[in-house]
């Protein structure tokens, strides 16, 4: 649909799905079912030297997930995605598909608590390094941490918790320079306010569960990559050694992954190796239900973004607000990134700290009333947590320190109720910590 010339907004209603080859369901049915019919011994053949397109086993991939798929790629413009169980299986398989066996990967302190402890405590446990870039704000000092057995960049595009932000372009080059793919988390962002592709990324990864789903309903990541970068260039030999798993089952010849399918050898490599046998499939439920979060998207990140910009002007004149962290605050040092990356609006996920005790702090947290306290974000409902506490409480107090994260800030997720209603409930926990 893409060469269609679509808009943004077909694309994410229509894009990856014709109803004539689903009995001509309008919605995008529910495969629930784990294996397929293979109809004869010829076609699995023909199906397992990839001949012939067609379907195995839900695991590796499934026509409601699918079309999820495709229809992500179509809106980041992609030339392949894989859909797996979670935002952090995204990470973790991207990662692995890039540095599994020893390699090096250049990144933020400012990620997400989650990704950031699997980078610190886990993956150094399978050979892959994690530098932190000294100077996050700065793309130099992502040049300076490279080494020969780096294998990329890594980034979120909008920062969790705080919604930092960085020059992509300037960060794709330094990448590009080093022979190296870009890899840009764009959980936050949602491919409405962001498309790295266009600014340099070679692979974006997200947590579905969050913006693109919507609702709170289901888990999901995706993994979405545009077929530019030069996975032959000598450092990935991974995707050009021939394997026997993708041998022409006609002439016994084996084939690398860059030989079957350039365009999406990436996550096609990732979907027959780690997805296939670490098992993250996500479910076509769940991959239905992100569906219909899709179809909503811009609707609801259009509203989110502009009770957000109010939200942050009442917090930052408020006398019990220390500090407000979020690239249209008045003080914020991300407002030219953001008007060159961010036009429709730096998302709805942002920070702020109090002039208080620790009994007051909790006390504003335990007295809210449409505020739901949950470790989500994204959601049609407005969401706060104690960050350092809960999604980044993992880290130890320097970590936290070094990722940006105060002892007393709080993190908001703005959904869609009406702003003057969400602003009364804060006023009302303000008055009840601050008396």
């Known amino acids: ?85 979670s935002g952090m299986a995204a990470v973790c398989y991207t990662l692995l598909n890039l540095a599994e066996g020893g390699g090096r990967i250049v990144t933020s302190p400012r990620l997400y608590g989650g990704t950031f402890d699997a980078f610190t405590k886990l993956f150094p446990k399978y050979g892959i390094t994690i530098e932190f870039a000294e100077d996050t704000d700065d793309p130099t000092s992502y040049a300076k941490a490279l080494t020969e057995d780096t294998k990329a960049i890594f980034i979120e595009s909008i920062s969790n918790p705080n919604a930092t932000l960085i020059d992509i372009e300037a960060l794709a080059k330094v990448a590009h320079d080093a022979g190296i793919p870009l890899v840009v ?8 306010q962001l498309r790295p592709f266009e600014h340099g990324a070679d692979i974006v990864v997200y947590s579905a569960t969050k913006g693109i789903g919507g609702h709170g309903t289901a888990l999901g990541g995706l993994i979405v990559e545009n077929g530019k970068f030069n996975w032959a260039n000598g450092k990935f030999q991974q995707f050009t050694q021939p394997q026997y798993l993708l041998r022409n089952r006609e002439t016994d010849v084996y084939r690398s992954f860059l030989e079957i399918a350039p365009p999406f050898a990436f996550t096609l490599r990732i979907r027959l190796t780690h997805l296939a046998y670490l098992g993250a499939a996500l479910g076509p439920f769940d991959a239905y239900l992100l569906l219909q979060g899709l179809e909503t998207l811009s609707e609801r ?36 990134l953001a008007e060159k990356y961010f ?31 949950q470790a989500n974000v994204g959601d049609a409902r407005s969401l706060i947590i104690n960050t350092p506490k809960t999604t980044h409480g993992e880290l130890t107090f320097a970590e936290q320190a070094s990722a940006g994260i105060s002892p007393d800030a709080i993190r908001l997720s703005i959904g869609l109720e009406d702003p003057q209603d969400l602003i009364s409930d804060l006023e009302q926990a303000f008055s009840k910590a601050f008396g």
């Open 1 to 85: 649909m893409t060469e269609q010339g679509y808009g943004f907004d077909t694309l994410k209603v229509r894009a990856g799905y014709d109803p004539k080859e689903h009995n001509y369901s309008v919605a995008v049915p529910i495969y629930q079912t784990v294996s397929y019919e293979l109809g004869d011994t010829a076609r699995v053949d023909r199906l397992l030297s990839f001949s012939e397109l067609g379907w195995l086993y839900t695991r590796i991939t499934n026509p409601t997930v699918h079309v999820l798929e495709q229809r992500i790629a179509a809106l980041d413009g992609g030339t392949g995605a894989l859909a797996v169980a």
């Open 343 to 373: 036009p429709k609006g730096t998302g709805s996920v942002f920070s702020f700290g109090l002039r208080g005790t620790p009994a007051e702090y909790n006390k504003l947290i335990d007295s809210v009333r449409l505020f739901s306290f």
């Open 301 to 336: 990140i259009s509203k989110q973004v502009a009770t957000t910009k109010v939200l942050v002007e009442y917090l930052q004149d408020h006398p019990n607000v220390a500090w407000v962290q979020h690239p249209t605050a008045r003080d914020s040092k991300y407002r030219a």
């Open 185 to 192: 988390d764009n959980t936050f962002a949602t491919p409405y």
